[in-house]
Protein backbone atom coordinates (compact mmCIF):
# COMPACT_ATOMS: atom_id res chain seq x y z
CA UNK A 1 0.00 0.00 0.00
CA UNK A 2 1.11 3.51 -0.56
CA UNK A 3 2.40 5.57 2.54
CA UNK A 4 0.26 8.63 3.08
CA UNK A 5 2.02 12.22 3.25
CA UNK A 6 1.85 15.40 5.31
CA UNK A 7 3.80 18.40 4.17
CA UNK A 8 4.04 21.27 6.78
CA UNK A 9 4.95 24.10 4.97
CA UNK A 10 3.14 24.56 1.89
CA UNK A 11 5.68 27.46 0.82
CA UNK A 12 8.01 28.07 -2.47
CA UNK A 13 8.56 24.50 -1.75
CA UNK A 14 6.18 22.93 -0.18
CA UNK A 15 3.21 23.29 -2.23
CA UNK A 16 5.21 22.17 -5.56
CA UNK A 17 6.05 19.24 -3.17
CA UNK A 18 2.70 17.91 -2.70
CA UNK A 19 1.58 18.68 -5.70
CA UNK A 20 4.19 16.71 -7.66
CA UNK A 21 3.62 13.64 -4.81
CA UNK A 22 -0.29 14.13 -5.48
CA UNK A 23 0.70 13.66 -9.40
CA UNK A 24 2.20 10.05 -8.35
CA UNK A 25 -0.38 8.78 -6.73
CA UNK A 26 -0.11 9.62 -2.99
CA UNK A 27 -2.56 10.83 -1.05
CA UNK A 28 -1.42 14.53 0.40
CA UNK A 29 -2.28 16.59 3.20
CA UNK A 30 -0.64 19.86 3.52
CA UNK A 31 -0.24 21.57 6.41
CA UNK A 32 0.47 25.34 7.56
CA UNK A 33 0.18 27.82 9.78
CA UNK A 34 -0.92 30.55 7.15
CA UNK A 35 -4.85 29.78 6.86
CA UNK A 36 -4.60 31.50 3.60
CA UNK A 37 -2.50 28.65 1.99
CA UNK A 38 -4.29 25.97 3.50
CA UNK A 39 -8.15 27.73 2.03
CA UNK A 40 -6.11 28.14 -1.32
CA UNK A 41 -5.23 24.68 -1.34
CA UNK A 42 -8.56 23.25 -0.43
CA UNK A 43 -10.19 25.66 -2.85
CA UNK A 44 -7.76 23.88 -5.55
CA UNK A 45 -5.70 27.12 -6.25
CA UNK A 46 -2.07 27.66 -5.52
CA UNK A 47 -0.37 29.48 -2.94
CA UNK A 48 2.64 30.16 -4.53
CA UNK A 49 3.60 31.13 -8.28
CA UNK A 50 5.74 28.68 -9.85
CA UNK A 51 5.30 27.02 -14.02
CA UNK A 52 3.33 23.42 -13.70
CA UNK A 53 2.42 24.15 -10.28
CA UNK A 54 -1.25 25.06 -11.13
CA UNK A 55 -1.94 22.52 -13.39
CA UNK A 56 -0.72 20.07 -11.38
CA UNK A 57 -2.62 20.48 -8.50
CA UNK A 58 -5.70 21.53 -10.25
CA UNK A 59 -5.59 17.53 -11.82
CA UNK A 60 -4.92 15.95 -8.81
CA UNK A 61 -6.85 17.57 -6.16
CA UNK A 62 -8.85 14.51 -5.31
CA UNK A 63 -5.54 13.56 -3.91
CA UNK A 64 -4.74 16.97 -2.49
CA UNK A 65 -6.23 18.22 0.90
CA UNK A 66 -4.97 20.75 3.66
CA UNK A 67 -5.22 21.68 7.29
CA UNK A 68 -3.87 24.02 10.01
CA UNK A 69 -4.60 20.55 11.87
CA UNK A 70 -1.51 19.41 12.63
CA UNK A 71 -2.67 16.39 14.91
CA UNK A 72 -5.26 15.00 12.44
CA UNK A 73 -2.28 15.77 10.14
CA UNK A 74 0.67 13.41 11.40
CA UNK A 75 -2.77 10.59 12.46
CA UNK A 76 -3.90 10.33 9.03
CA UNK A 77 -0.34 9.80 7.45
CA UNK A 78 3.07 7.41 7.46
CA UNK A 79 5.21 10.13 6.84
CA UNK A 80 5.55 14.05 7.39
CA UNK A 81 8.15 16.49 5.53
CA UNK A 82 9.09 19.43 7.19
CA UNK A 83 9.62 22.75 4.75
CA UNK A 84 9.03 25.12 6.64
CA UNK A 85 11.59 28.39 6.91
CA UNK A 86 15.27 28.46 8.33
CA UNK A 87 16.08 31.95 8.43
CA UNK A 88 19.60 33.37 9.02
CA UNK A 89 20.70 34.40 11.96
CA UNK A 90 23.22 37.29 12.77
CA UNK A 91 25.77 34.94 13.38
CA UNK A 92 24.93 33.71 9.04
CA UNK A 93 23.66 30.18 10.41
CA UNK A 94 20.56 29.18 9.19
CA UNK A 95 18.15 29.21 12.66
CA UNK A 96 16.39 26.01 14.03
CA UNK A 97 13.19 27.75 15.65
CA UNK A 98 10.20 27.35 12.56
CA UNK A 99 11.53 23.30 12.06
CA UNK A 100 11.58 23.00 15.91
CA UNK A 101 8.55 24.15 16.38
CA UNK A 102 6.99 21.92 13.59
CA UNK A 103 9.17 18.74 15.55
CA UNK A 104 7.50 19.79 18.56
CA UNK A 105 3.50 19.60 17.22
CA UNK A 106 4.16 16.72 15.12
CA UNK A 107 6.55 14.57 18.46
CA UNK A 108 3.38 15.44 20.46
CA UNK A 109 0.55 14.19 17.69
CA UNK A 110 2.78 10.55 17.48
CA UNK A 111 1.80 10.47 21.07
CA UNK A 112 -1.52 9.12 19.87
CA UNK A 113 -0.23 7.27 17.13
CA UNK A 114 1.27 3.60 17.59
CA UNK A 115 2.09 2.52 13.79
CA UNK A 116 5.38 3.50 12.23
CA UNK A 117 6.28 6.77 11.16
CA UNK A 118 8.86 8.68 9.35
CA UNK A 119 9.84 12.26 9.78
CA UNK A 120 11.59 13.63 6.58
CA UNK A 121 13.33 17.11 7.12
CA UNK A 122 13.55 18.68 3.98
CA UNK A 123 14.42 23.02 5.08
CA UNK A 124 18.11 23.51 5.18
CA UNK A 125 19.49 22.75 8.30
CA UNK A 126 23.29 23.49 9.38
CA UNK A 127 25.78 20.53 9.87
CA UNK A 128 25.05 18.69 13.20
CA UNK A 129 21.18 20.04 13.41
CA UNK A 130 19.35 16.49 12.39
CA UNK A 131 21.11 14.53 14.96
CA UNK A 132 21.79 17.21 17.65
CA UNK A 133 18.56 19.28 18.27
CA UNK A 134 16.20 18.32 15.86
CA UNK A 135 16.42 14.32 17.14
CA UNK A 136 16.13 15.26 20.98
CA UNK A 137 12.91 17.18 20.01
CA UNK A 138 11.44 14.47 18.95
CA UNK A 139 12.06 11.55 21.21
CA UNK A 140 11.26 14.41 23.99
CA UNK A 141 7.96 15.04 22.44
CA UNK A 142 7.19 11.80 21.23
CA UNK A 143 7.99 10.26 24.22
CA UNK A 144 10.11 7.63 21.64
CA UNK A 145 12.78 6.81 20.19
CA UNK A 146 14.08 7.51 16.74
CA UNK A 147 14.68 4.19 15.54
CA UNK A 148 12.53 2.56 17.70
CA UNK A 149 8.88 3.20 16.30
CA UNK A 150 9.71 6.29 14.04
CA UNK A 151 12.39 7.00 11.42
CA UNK A 152 14.36 10.16 10.59
CA UNK A 153 15.75 11.55 7.66
CA UNK A 154 17.56 14.58 6.26
CA UNK A 155 16.36 15.19 2.85
CA UNK A 156 16.90 18.61 1.16
CA UNK A 157 15.85 19.49 -2.26
CA UNK A 158 17.88 20.77 -5.51
CA UNK A 159 15.80 22.76 -6.71
CA UNK A 160 15.45 25.96 -8.60
CA UNK A 161 12.96 28.54 -8.18
CA UNK A 162 11.18 29.08 -11.77
CA UNK A 163 11.82 25.00 -12.17
CA UNK A 164 10.86 23.62 -9.18
CA UNK A 165 7.97 21.21 -10.14
CA UNK A 166 10.50 20.03 -13.16
CA UNK A 167 13.82 19.78 -10.79
CA UNK A 168 11.66 17.66 -8.14
CA UNK A 169 10.59 15.30 -11.25
CA UNK A 170 13.85 14.90 -12.74
CA UNK A 171 16.56 15.34 -9.90
CA UNK A 172 19.75 14.38 -10.76
CA UNK A 173 20.29 13.01 -7.36
CA UNK A 174 18.39 11.98 -4.00
CA UNK A 175 20.18 12.72 -1.23
CA UNK A 176 19.20 11.15 2.34
CA UNK A 177 20.59 11.97 5.59
CA UNK A 178 19.42 8.63 7.83
CA UNK A 179 18.65 7.68 10.97
CA UNK A 180 18.46 3.73 10.17
CA UNK A 181 18.44 1.79 7.27
CA UNK A 182 14.06 1.31 7.22
CA UNK A 183 13.58 5.17 7.41
CA UNK A 184 16.18 6.30 4.35
CA UNK A 185 14.80 2.71 2.79
CA UNK A 186 11.13 3.68 3.28
CA UNK A 187 11.90 7.72 2.06
CA UNK A 188 13.98 6.02 -1.10
CA UNK A 189 10.95 3.91 -2.01
CA UNK A 190 9.02 6.78 -2.20
CA UNK A 191 11.18 8.58 -4.52
CA UNK A 192 11.69 5.83 -7.14
CA UNK A 193 8.03 6.41 -7.64
CA UNK A 194 8.00 10.40 -7.90
CA UNK A 195 11.00 10.81 -9.69
CA UNK A 196 11.12 10.26 -13.74
CA UNK A 197 14.90 10.56 -14.34
CA UNK A 198 16.52 7.56 -12.23
CA UNK A 199 17.83 9.56 -10.18
CA UNK A 200 21.74 8.57 -8.06
CA UNK A 201 20.67 7.98 -4.72
CA UNK A 202 23.18 8.96 -1.88
CA UNK A 203 22.12 8.01 1.79
CA UNK A 204 24.49 8.61 4.39
CA UNK A 205 23.98 9.91 7.93
CA UNK A 206 22.99 13.04 9.01
CA UNK A 207 25.77 15.65 9.31
CA UNK A 208 27.06 13.94 5.38
CA UNK A 209 23.95 14.83 3.75
CA UNK A 210 23.56 18.37 5.90
CA UNK A 211 27.13 19.36 5.03
CA UNK A 212 26.74 17.82 1.37
CA UNK A 213 23.31 20.08 0.92
CA UNK A 214 25.28 23.42 1.84
CA UNK A 215 28.26 22.34 -0.38
CA UNK A 216 26.66 21.90 -3.21
CA UNK A 217 25.08 25.83 -3.39
CA UNK A 218 28.44 27.09 -1.60
CA UNK A 219 30.06 25.51 -5.61
CA UNK A 220 27.88 26.71 -7.61
CA UNK A 221 28.24 29.93 -6.46
CA UNK A 222 31.80 29.78 -6.64
CA UNK A 223 31.23 28.91 -10.53
CA UNK A 224 29.09 32.00 -10.88
CA UNK A 225 31.92 33.89 -9.03
CA UNK A 226 33.81 33.05 -11.33
CA UNK A 227 32.27 32.65 -14.78
CA UNK A 228 31.75 36.92 -14.02
CA UNK A 229 35.32 37.31 -13.03
CA UNK A 230 36.03 36.16 -16.62
CA UNK A 231 33.95 38.19 -17.82
CA UNK A 232 35.05 41.56 -17.15
CA UNK A 233 38.62 39.86 -18.15
CA UNK A 234 36.62 39.67 -21.26
CA UNK A 235 35.55 43.43 -20.92
CA UNK A 236 39.34 44.53 -20.56
CA UNK A 237 40.77 42.22 -23.45
CA UNK A 238 40.59 43.03 -27.55
CA UNK A 239 38.85 40.94 -29.17
CA UNK A 240 37.79 38.17 -26.27
CA UNK A 241 34.16 37.18 -25.57
CA UNK A 242 32.78 35.73 -22.52
CA UNK A 243 30.50 33.44 -23.93
CA UNK A 244 33.13 31.81 -26.58
CA UNK A 245 35.23 31.28 -23.75
CA UNK A 246 32.89 29.94 -20.98
CA UNK A 247 31.22 27.63 -23.54
CA UNK A 248 34.83 25.90 -24.33
CA UNK A 249 35.40 25.81 -20.72
CA UNK A 250 32.18 24.40 -19.50
CA UNK A 251 32.86 21.34 -22.46
CA UNK A 252 35.69 20.20 -20.24
CA UNK A 253 33.83 17.44 -18.21
CA UNK A 254 35.97 18.16 -15.32
CA UNK A 255 33.82 21.28 -15.23
CA UNK A 256 30.81 21.01 -17.07
CA UNK A 257 28.47 24.00 -19.22
CA UNK A 258 25.98 24.65 -16.26
CA UNK A 259 25.94 27.91 -14.08
CA UNK A 260 28.91 29.29 -16.54
CA UNK A 261 28.01 32.25 -17.77
CA UNK A 262 28.99 35.79 -17.23
CA UNK A 263 26.51 38.12 -16.25
CA UNK A 264 25.41 39.79 -13.10
CA UNK A 265 25.51 39.03 -9.22
CA UNK A 266 23.83 35.87 -7.95
CA UNK A 267 20.75 36.38 -5.51
CA UNK A 268 17.30 34.59 -4.29
CA UNK A 269 16.99 33.60 -1.27
CA UNK A 270 19.63 30.60 -1.26
CA UNK A 271 22.48 31.45 -2.99
CA UNK A 272 24.04 34.44 -0.90
CA UNK A 273 22.93 33.10 2.19
CA UNK A 274 23.90 29.26 1.99
CA UNK A 275 27.63 31.02 1.20
CA UNK A 276 27.59 32.61 3.97
CA UNK A 277 26.76 30.03 6.20
CA UNK A 278 29.10 28.05 5.07
CA UNK A 279 31.42 30.69 5.55
CA UNK A 280 30.63 30.97 9.50
CA UNK A 281 30.44 27.51 9.54
CA UNK A 282 34.08 27.53 8.59
CA UNK A 283 34.70 30.49 10.86
CA UNK A 284 32.87 28.19 14.03
CA UNK A 285 35.01 24.99 12.82
CA UNK A 286 38.33 26.82 12.78
CA UNK A 287 38.40 25.96 9.09
CA UNK A 288 39.74 27.98 6.34
CA UNK A 289 36.98 29.84 4.80
CA UNK A 290 39.23 32.08 2.11
CA UNK A 291 37.17 30.34 -0.66
CA UNK A 292 33.54 31.03 -0.15
CA UNK A 293 34.72 34.19 1.48
CA UNK A 294 35.70 35.42 -1.80
CA UNK A 295 33.00 34.00 -3.76
CA UNK A 296 30.98 36.44 -1.73
CA UNK A 297 32.97 39.17 -1.94
CA UNK A 298 33.48 38.97 -6.11
CA UNK A 299 29.56 38.73 -6.17
CA UNK A 300 29.11 42.07 -4.01
CA UNK A 301 32.16 43.42 -6.38
CA UNK A 302 29.38 42.77 -9.51
CA UNK A 303 26.95 45.12 -8.19
CA UNK A 304 29.66 47.68 -8.06
CA UNK A 305 30.47 47.29 -11.55
CA UNK A 306 27.42 47.35 -13.07
CA UNK A 307 26.57 50.53 -10.93
CA UNK A 308 29.65 52.28 -11.91
CA UNK A 309 28.76 51.36 -15.91
CA UNK A 310 25.48 52.59 -15.27
CA UNK A 311 27.39 56.17 -13.92
CA UNK A 312 29.20 56.21 -16.51
CA UNK A 313 26.51 56.38 -19.16
CA UNK A 314 24.62 59.15 -17.81
CA UNK A 315 24.88 62.39 -18.78
CA UNK A 316 23.16 63.63 -15.14
CA UNK A 317 21.78 62.72 -12.72
CA UNK A 318 18.55 63.86 -14.01
CA UNK A 319 18.81 61.52 -17.12
CA UNK A 320 16.73 58.43 -16.41
CA UNK A 321 17.87 54.71 -15.74
CA UNK A 322 15.10 51.81 -16.71
CA UNK A 323 15.80 48.58 -15.32
CA UNK A 324 14.38 45.36 -17.24
CA UNK A 325 14.08 42.76 -14.61
CA UNK A 326 13.42 43.26 -10.68
CA UNK A 327 12.73 38.98 -9.96
CA UNK A 328 16.30 37.20 -9.60
CA UNK A 329 15.76 35.19 -11.98
CA UNK A 330 13.75 34.32 -14.60
CA UNK A 331 10.07 32.46 -14.65
CA UNK A 332 9.66 33.60 -10.49
CA UNK A 333 8.24 36.46 -8.92
CA UNK A 334 11.02 36.11 -6.35
CA UNK A 335 13.09 39.74 -5.33
CA UNK A 336 14.86 38.70 -2.72
CA UNK A 337 18.70 39.91 -3.36
CA UNK A 338 18.17 40.30 -6.99
CA UNK A 339 20.45 42.41 -8.79
CA UNK A 340 17.70 44.56 -10.38
CA UNK A 341 16.35 45.55 -7.04
CA UNK A 342 19.21 46.27 -5.49
CA UNK A 343 20.58 48.67 -8.34
CA UNK A 344 17.02 50.07 -8.23
CA UNK A 345 18.13 50.94 -4.31
CA UNK A 346 21.77 51.93 -4.97
CA UNK A 347 20.29 54.37 -7.63
CA UNK A 348 17.53 55.94 -6.13
CA UNK A 349 19.82 56.51 -2.98
CA UNK A 350 21.69 57.94 -5.53
CA UNK A 351 18.93 60.35 -6.50
CA UNK A 352 19.02 58.59 -9.86
CA UNK A 353 15.24 58.70 -11.61
CA UNK A 354 14.47 54.92 -12.29
CA UNK A 355 11.76 52.96 -14.01
CA UNK A 356 11.28 49.82 -13.70
CA UNK A 357 9.13 46.58 -15.26
CA UNK A 358 9.05 42.62 -14.84
CA UNK A 359 6.77 40.21 -16.34
CA UNK A 360 5.21 38.79 -13.36
CA UNK A 361 7.36 40.73 -9.85
CA UNK A 362 5.76 43.83 -9.46
CA UNK A 363 3.02 42.75 -7.88
CA UNK A 364 4.77 43.69 -4.47
CA UNK A 365 5.65 47.13 -6.17
CA UNK A 366 4.62 49.35 -3.89
CA UNK A 367 6.57 47.39 -0.86
CA UNK A 368 9.72 47.06 -1.77
CA UNK A 369 10.28 49.98 -4.27
CA UNK A 370 11.51 53.26 -2.97
CA UNK A 371 9.77 56.08 -3.23
CA UNK A 372 9.48 57.25 -6.78
CA UNK A 373 10.22 54.56 -8.83
CA UNK A 374 7.72 54.40 -11.29
CA UNK A 375 6.92 50.88 -12.01
CA UNK A 376 5.32 49.73 -15.40
CA UNK A 377 3.26 47.04 -16.75
CA UNK A 378 5.23 46.82 -20.56
CA UNK A 379 9.34 47.34 -21.53
CA UNK A 380 7.80 50.32 -23.45
CA UNK A 381 6.39 52.48 -21.16
CA UNK A 382 9.31 51.99 -19.27
CA UNK A 383 12.36 52.33 -21.05
CA UNK A 384 10.27 55.66 -23.31
CA UNK A 385 12.61 58.60 -21.88
CA UNK A 386 15.40 56.98 -20.50
CA UNK A 387 18.41 56.95 -21.24
CA UNK A 388 20.02 53.37 -20.13
CA UNK A 389 17.79 50.68 -20.31
CA UNK A 390 19.52 47.78 -18.26
CA UNK A 391 18.52 44.27 -18.41
CA UNK A 392 19.18 42.86 -14.95
CA UNK A 393 16.86 39.31 -15.34
CA UNK A 394 17.16 37.34 -18.53
CA UNK A 395 13.57 37.06 -19.42
CA UNK A 396 12.95 36.08 -22.77
CA UNK A 397 10.70 39.01 -23.16
CA UNK A 398 13.57 41.26 -23.43
CA UNK A 399 14.86 40.18 -26.85
CA UNK A 400 12.67 42.26 -28.41
CA UNK A 401 14.28 45.36 -26.66
CA UNK A 402 16.11 46.39 -29.89
CA UNK A 403 12.95 46.22 -31.86
CA UNK A 404 10.93 48.28 -29.13
CA UNK A 405 14.02 50.67 -29.19
CA UNK A 406 13.10 51.16 -32.85
CA UNK A 407 9.51 52.02 -32.35
CA UNK A 408 10.01 55.14 -30.22
CA UNK A 409 10.44 58.39 -31.57
CA UNK A 410 13.88 59.52 -31.58
CA UNK A 411 13.82 61.96 -28.80
CA UNK A 412 12.44 58.90 -26.36
CA UNK A 413 15.11 56.09 -27.55
CA UNK A 414 17.95 55.04 -25.08
CA UNK A 415 21.11 56.73 -25.47
CA UNK A 416 22.87 53.12 -24.34
CA UNK A 417 21.29 49.34 -23.44
CA UNK A 418 23.66 47.52 -20.41
CA UNK A 419 22.84 44.17 -21.38
CA UNK A 420 24.76 41.63 -19.03
CA UNK A 421 23.10 38.45 -20.50
CA UNK A 422 23.33 39.35 -23.92
CA UNK A 423 19.08 38.96 -24.17
CA UNK A 424 19.42 41.13 -27.24
CA UNK A 425 21.68 39.01 -29.40
CA UNK A 426 25.09 42.05 -29.25
CA UNK A 427 28.27 40.62 -27.44
CA UNK A 428 29.22 43.95 -25.63
CA UNK A 429 27.60 44.36 -22.05
CA UNK A 430 27.10 48.32 -23.04
CA UNK A 431 25.52 48.68 -26.38
CA UNK A 432 24.93 52.42 -27.92
CA UNK A 433 21.04 51.86 -29.05
CA UNK A 434 21.38 53.85 -31.73
CA UNK A 435 23.37 51.05 -33.83
CA UNK A 436 22.64 47.67 -32.41
CA UNK A 437 24.62 45.74 -35.88
CA UNK A 438 28.01 47.78 -35.10
CA UNK A 439 27.64 48.19 -31.30
CA UNK A 440 31.11 49.26 -29.71
CA UNK A 441 32.03 48.93 -25.79
CA UNK A 442 32.40 52.32 -24.26
CA UNK A 443 35.23 52.77 -21.76
CA UNK A 444 34.52 52.35 -18.10
CA UNK A 445 37.76 53.24 -16.96
N1 LIG B 1 13.07 28.62 -1.87
C1 LIG B 1 14.12 27.96 -2.35
O1 LIG B 1 14.59 28.19 -3.47
C2 LIG B 1 14.73 26.85 -1.52
C3 LIG B 1 15.62 25.97 -2.15
C4 LIG B 1 16.21 24.95 -1.40
C5 LIG B 1 15.90 24.87 -0.05
N2 LIG B 1 15.04 25.75 0.54
C6 LIG B 1 14.76 25.59 1.95
O2 LIG B 1 13.42 25.12 2.13
C7 LIG B 1 12.88 25.66 3.33
C8 LIG B 1 11.55 26.31 3.02
O3 LIG B 1 11.76 27.30 2.03
P1 LIG B 1 10.55 27.96 1.22
O4 LIG B 1 11.21 28.85 0.23
O5 LIG B 1 9.58 26.93 0.77
O6 LIG B 1 9.89 28.84 2.39
P2 LIG B 1 8.51 29.67 2.34
O7 LIG B 1 8.71 30.80 3.28
O8 LIG B 1 8.13 29.95 0.93
O9 LIG B 1 7.43 28.66 2.95
C9 LIG B 1 7.49 28.16 4.25
C10 LIG B 1 6.08 27.90 4.74
O10 LIG B 1 6.17 27.25 6.02
C11 LIG B 1 5.05 27.68 6.80
N3 LIG B 1 5.29 27.33 8.22
C12 LIG B 1 6.11 27.92 9.11
N4 LIG B 1 6.08 27.26 10.28
C13 LIG B 1 5.22 26.21 10.13
C14 LIG B 1 4.79 25.15 10.96
N5 LIG B 1 5.21 24.99 12.22
N6 LIG B 1 3.90 24.26 10.46
C15 LIG B 1 3.43 24.38 9.20
N7 LIG B 1 3.82 25.36 8.35
C16 LIG B 1 4.71 26.26 8.81
C17 LIG B 1 4.97 29.16 6.48
O11 LIG B 1 3.69 29.69 6.81
C18 LIG B 1 5.23 29.15 4.96
O12 LIG B 1 4.04 29.05 4.21
C19 LIG B 1 13.93 26.60 3.90
O13 LIG B 1 14.72 25.91 4.83
C20 LIG B 1 14.79 26.92 2.69
O14 LIG B 1 16.12 27.23 3.04
C21 LIG B 1 14.43 26.73 -0.18
Not at 16 to 28: C, D, I, N
Not at 92 to 98: K, T
Request: aromatic fraction near 6%.
Amino acid sequence: MMPRVSVFGLGKLGAPMLAVFASKGFEVIGVDKNERFVDLINQGISPVEEPQLQELISVNSERIEATIDTRAAVLDSDISFIIVPTPSGVDGLFCNDFVLAAIEEIGSALRAKDSYHLVVVTSTVMPGSTGGEIREKLEAASGRLVGDGIGLCYNPEFIALGSVVRDMLRPDMILIGESDHKAGAMLAELYRSTTESNPEFHRMNFVNAELCKISVNTFVTTKISYANMIAEFCERLDGADVDTVTHALGADTRIGKKYLKGAVAYGGPCFPRDNRAFTALGEKLGANTALAEATDKINSYQTERLLAQILLALDSRSDRVSILGLSYKPNTPVTECSQGLELVRRLSKLNVNVSVSDPVALQNADTILPNGVQAHATIKETICGSAVVVICTAWKDYASLPLLITELAPSDRPRFVIDPWRCTGVAQQIINSSDYEAAKPIETA
